[in-house]
């Protein structure tokens, strides 16, 4: 009997390659299939029958699924930008402190270091309407109001902002600092030979060293943030009425409370369309910010 | 008119003082440069020229205006940094003009002096470059650009030739020189290299561990060192230095027992037993019929060659002198074998006389 030799490094992959098979490509092809069927999970049987495009039609024409669509985009524009000014602030306070810098840099990690979900209910303490810290905090400094935080469309909206920005903005923070601790002393000084400001320093020396480092930041939390789940699903589960309703809360709700699985992973496909245009989107920049700083393309 | 005057400058780096107020006055388009060797603080004393780093104590003017308080951008100066500091991600030309558009001068007004520069250090191919596609040579030069694009009042210089290869720097140096007979702006140029120094200063003022030693033209630190420090640090080879004791008013016995004349300069100024160094250059002590035909006192001494350096138009002899190693110079040199024994001749006239304790020099 002939024996079919295979190369060894498949011999020696082939574990790895099972293993991602069963976990990443098998559930890949498996959604995507279902995503042209109407399966719904309280009926099985609807696995088989194949309807081609006909989800991807219904979300097309889907009010509701561009409405978060939407309110994603502008949710992930609104967070990353104030991560990025926030963070960039930050980032440069600490590079001026001389004195107990690690131990700084150590507890600007810890919002990092909570698990999302706990970052939902402290938050959804904090902006409760009765309880909550923040109306207590206005009531005794003499407000009499009871802001409606997470009942009212917009409130609702900023506290989860703010809830994802305080979570995440070291992120940037952590970034930006390790660019700052990388940049070159020298041309700065001659800057300020050559007549800048430190306004003028900042803006034609200091910023395009930064912006490799920026873009870095910005490719890994729009991935993040395309994706906001967690906070969301705690503080208001999407609603007051659906307005605060985000691409992954609805698939989540399409999927499992109305059990219409096919229709949940056609959206999760559109939806990608959106990291993966944001993600060539910072890398193009990113490549370019590099060049620009001579750090190769 | 732009003279630079630092008085009592003192510079603390936390409790490490690194500057000990230092006095020093330099004239209007002079070239004057910081020597001295590594850690002496001539970059120290640069930078609180430029603002770069604050003045701990004294005074520091620039065209009589005291600039202590004013950040760099206030004083009119340029630098040219050791490791060029070129700004990475702008082009040659957007590097020599930046100091121009920051200043928000006319575009036409920066091109026509950034062309100027150009022109100036041979740039203009590289105008649309970025450094990192630049030669060391070719950065030097538009560190160098950056630097006269704005013409500033005083040009200050910190080791701009020592990350070049030696034949660069010899022709750098000669560029520098060059550039300033043209633009005629004073400068202040620091370096570790007495070569560098010597050919290129008007003025050397000498540093040695947050001091200056001396301060004069080169040839008055080559002829009149103030101290065996001098002595040695400024000349190659260094100058040789050899223990004595003075014997009643005119004779030095050296360590080895070999007896010299007390020189000229310093006859009536040494006393009777006095601890003394004795000290020469290679130029002063040349075998026989390869030396300098000089009037004047001389010795001759019978020694033993160690070792030789050919340079070409001469070579340098290793020998021995009481015990102490010495370096000896031959003109129109034949071959020599180490252990040959030549009858030498020492110029007595250009000989030199230190206190031993003190380390001063002993002259009329
Ligand atoms: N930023 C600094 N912090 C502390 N000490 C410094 C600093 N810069 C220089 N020094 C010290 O000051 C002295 C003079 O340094 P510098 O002026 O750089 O010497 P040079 O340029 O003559 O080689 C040295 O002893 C050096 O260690
Ligand atoms: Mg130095």
Redesign the pocket.
């Known amino acids: 009997m002939l024996r079919r030799r295979f190369p060894e490094w498949f011999v020696l992959l082939l574990p790895a390659i099972i293993v991602i098979a069963a976990v990443v490509l098998i559930p890949l092809i498996f959604s995507l299939y279902s995503s042209f069927t109407p399966y719904k999970l309280t009926r099985p049987s609807t696995l088989w029958t194949w309807v081609g495009t006909y989800n991807y039609e219904k979300i097309l024409t889907d009010a509701k699924f561009w409405a978060a669509f939407g309110r994603t985009v502008l949710f992930l524009t609104i967070v990353l930008n104030l991560e990025l000014v926030l963070g960039l602030g930050i980032a440069l306070l600490m590079n001026k402190v001389t004195w107990g810098q690690r131990t700084l840099r150590t507890i600007l990690m810890f919002p990092m270091m909570f698990s999302p979900i706990l970052v939902g209910f402290q938050f959804k303490f904090i902006f409760n309407d009765n309880i909550g810290l923040v109306n207590n905090a206005l009531q005794s400094m003499g407000f009499n109001v009871a802001l409606p935080w997470l009942v009212d469309g917009k409130l609702a909206m900023f506290s989860i902002i703010f809830a994802e920005v305080w979570m995440s903005t070291s992120v940037f923070a952590i970034l930006i600092l390790a660019g700052l601790f990388a940049m070159p002393r020298d041309p700065l000084e001659a800057a300020k030979v050559d007549g800048c400001t430190p306004w003028q320093s900042f803006r034609h020396i200091t910023l395009p060293f930064l912006m490799p480092f920026i873009f870095i930041a910005m490719t890994i939390r729009s991935l993040d943030v395309a994706r906001a789940y967690d906070i969301v699903q705690i503080m208001t589960g999407g609603g007051p009425a659906r307005r605060t309703e985000l691409l992954w809360t609805l698939m989540s709700r399409t999927g499992y409370v109305d059990a219409r699985m096919g229709l949940a992973n056609a959206m999760g496909y559109v939806s990608i369309l959106l990291s993966i245009v944001f993600t060539i989107y910072f890398f193009h920049k990113l490549s370019a910010a590099r060049a620009q700083i001579g750090m190769g393309g | 008119m732009t003279e630079v005057n630092l008085s009592k400058v003192v510079?603390f780096?936390?409790k490490?003082r690194?500057?000990h107020g230092i006095d020093l006055a330099i004239h209007d388009g002079e070239f004057v440069v910081l020597v001295?060797?590594?850690?002496?603080?001539?970059?120290?004393?640069?930078?609180m020229i430029a603002g770069l780093?604050d003045i701990s104590d004294g005074e520091v003017s620039i065209g009589g205006r005291v600039v202590n308080d004013l950040p760099p951008r206030e004083r009119n100066i340029s630098m040219v940094f050791q490791n060029y500091a070129l700004y990475p991600h702008m082009t040659v030309r957007e590097n020599l003009g930046f100091s121009l558009k920051v200043a928000k001068k006319e575009e036409t007004e920066i091109e026509k002096a950034v062309d100027e520069a150009a022109g100036i250090l041979g740039l203009d191919e590289l105008m649309e470059r970025k450094p990192a596609e630049l030669s060391g040579g070719q950065r030097q030069r538009v560190a160098m650009g950056r630097a006269i694009v704005r013409h500033p009042d005083v040009f200050l210089f910190?080791?701009p030739l020592s990350n070049l290869d030696a034949k660069l720097r010899t022709q750098m140096r000669v560029e520098i020189k060059k550039l300033h007979q043209k633009v005629g702006n004073t400068i202040i140029y620091?370096t570790?290299d007495q070569v560098e120094a010597m050919t290129l200063a008007d003025r050397i003022v000498l540093?040695q561990d947050?001091y200056i030693v001396q301060v004069g033209t080169p040839l008055e630190l080559f002829n009149a060192p103030v101290n065996t420090f001098v002595a040695s640090f400024i000349g190659s080879p260094p100058m040789n230095l050899i223990d004595g004791t003075v014997s009643g008013t005119d004779t030095i016995k050296l360590a080895g027992g070999l007896d010299v004349p007390v020189p000229a300069a310093a006859r009536g100024q040494v006393t009777d037993g006095q601890k003394v160094q004795f000290g020469f250059r290679a130029d002063n002590l040349m075998p026989e019929g390869h030396a300098v035909q000089e009037e004047g006192e001389k010795a001759n001494l019978e020694l033993t060659v160690t070792l030789t350096e050919p340079l070409g138009t001469e070579t340098v002899l290793f020998t021995d002198i009481a015990g102490t190693e010495v370096q000896a110079k031959m003109l129109n040199p034949r071959p020599v074998r180490p252990g040959e024994v030549l009858k030498f001749r020492l110029m007595l006239d250009k000989c030199h006389v230190f206190d031993a304790n003190t380390t001063e020099a002993i002259r009329g």
């Open positions: 510079k780096y936390g490490h690194a500057v001295g060797p590594s850690g002496c603080g001539k970059s120290t004393t640069l930078r780093e910190d080791e620091v570790h540093m947050g």
